[in-house]
Structure formats: C-alpha cells, structure tokens
C-alpha cells in the first residue's frame, strides 16, 4: 500500500502542479495586460500633462495680457482724473476771473456814478450858478 498510495499523492501533486500551471499562466496574462493597460494610462498622463502644461502656459499669458491692460486702463483712469481736476480748477478760476471783472466793472461804474453826482448841481440856482457864474433868484 504504500506504493499505491505515494503513486495518488504523485499524482495529486501531479494535477495541483497543472492546476498551478494553469493559474500562473492565466495570471501571467493578466499581470502583462495589466502592465500594457498601466503603460498605455501613463502616456495618456503624460500627453494630458503636457497639455495642461501648454493650456497653463497660454492661461499664464493671459493672465499676464489682462493684468498689463488692467494697468493701462488704471494709468488712463489715473489721467482722465487728473484732466477732469485740472478742468474743473480751470473752470473755477474763469469764474472767479469773470466775477472779479464783474466786480471791477460794478466798482468803474459806481465811481463814474458817484463823480457824476460830485459834480451836480442840488438845484437849479447853484447849477446857473457854477454854469455861467451868475446868481439866479437872489
């Protein structure tokens, strides 16, 4: 019995070493698709990087482009500002400029007034008088 026996576990070692043989082959298939599936993933990584890269660069450009108009518009704003106040002090002194001609023109013509009335006569016997020197109605 004991040569029957050691021929069964022969051959049950035998099938388990075929069952084995089969597993490692099945798995060696799977491990290799794996590995072509992993390679095929990292160049579509690397393709993905490497636009994103090309799309982060133009995006950085872009950025760049905006920030410097952004800058522009500021200075003109800044300008415009600065026009705007330079006008308004223009405007302010034309004013001021026309209400002191305004002034002086009110201050020549109350003088005019005011030697005119120096030089009239209060009533008609003192305007013949000063006029020819005679004295009326006395």
């Known amino acids: 019995m004991d040569g029957i026996s050691m021929a069964r576990h022969v051959e049950e070692l035998t099938g388990d070493r075929e069952k084995l043989s089969v597993d490692l082959a099945d798995k060696s298939v799977t491990i290799r698709k794996l590995l072509e599936d992993n390679e095929y993933l990292n160049s579509k990584l690397e393709n993905a990087e490497s636009l994103l890269g090309k799309h982060n660069a133009k995006m950085h450009h872009r950025?760049?482009?905006?920030?410097?108009?952004?800058?522009?518009?500021?200075?003109?704003?800044?300008?415009?500002?600065?026009?705007?106040?330079?006008?308004?002090?223009?405007?302010?002194?034309?004013?001021?400029?026309?209400?002191?001609?305004?002034?002086?023109?009110?201050?020549?013509?109350?003088?005019?007034?005011?030697?005119?009335?120096n030089y009239m006569p209060h009533d008609s016997a003192s305007f013949a008088r000063d006029y020819d020197g005679y004295e009326y109605g006395s």
């Open 63 to 117: 950025v760049q482009q905006v920030k410097h108009r952004n800058k522009l518009q500021q200075h003109t704003l800044d300008r415009n500002e600065s026009e705007e106040h330079e006008l308004q002090i223009e405007k302010e002194r034309l004013h001021t400029e026309s209400l002191i001609e305004q002034a002086e023109r009110e201050n020549q013509s109350s003088r005019a007034n005011q030697s005119h009335l």
